[in-house]
């Protein structure tokens, strides 16, 4: 599946702090991790506090990799520095979370083209557009849910919205229709249905 590439999973998870005072004021270590998918074991871990995002650039890149991370890791300047070290990244999207062009470089309506989206699988070449430089491009692939693991999906962001007080914008119930990921790898050597299948082993 992988073509003899590494294959590194990246996740950070949150540890309260010890001490009365840190319980109370919420302290907590965050741990950063790269798992090595093949030999099954970390081979990178850093603690940091609270203050230290999800990057998906912390760790140090190994020419040749794949990197393979949630919605946290959708950094289109730091996602454009781990390719530019020689890696290549399978990452869940959001819809709302980058500025989507398409292979054109405009505007691209991400949520029109998952309305418009008829089969399981949808893929369209897309970029992920920078502050400074050429947008970095990218392959979006959607994946359809079942209807009752999309209705679920949309019971949860509803039900998390009004113990918030938020209101819901629509884009956000289609989108959750659809498992969404990016990625740099090659179309021909790793078709859609191999990089959903490398994103399910995270």
Known sequence: MAKGRLVRIL??????KAGAYEKKNNGLWRMHCAFE???????FIEITDQSEAELIDRVPVVAGEIRIGDRAYLQAERIAKVMAQGGDVVVRASWKNARWLDANGRAFDLIGYLESCREEVCETPARL?????EP?????I???KSEAAAQEARRKINKEARAKGNKVQPQTLIAAGFVLLVTSLDREEFPADTVLKLYRMR
Not at 129 to 133: D, E, I, N, V, Y
Not at 136 to 140: D, E, S
């Open 11 to 16: 996740d950070a998870t949150a540890v309260a």
């Open 136 to 140: 970095v491009k990218m392959r979006l």
């Open 37 to 43: 998918l093949e030999r099954e074991q970390f081979d």
């Open 142 to 144: 959607a994946l359809r």
């Open 129 to 133: 557009a920078l502050k400074k430089g």
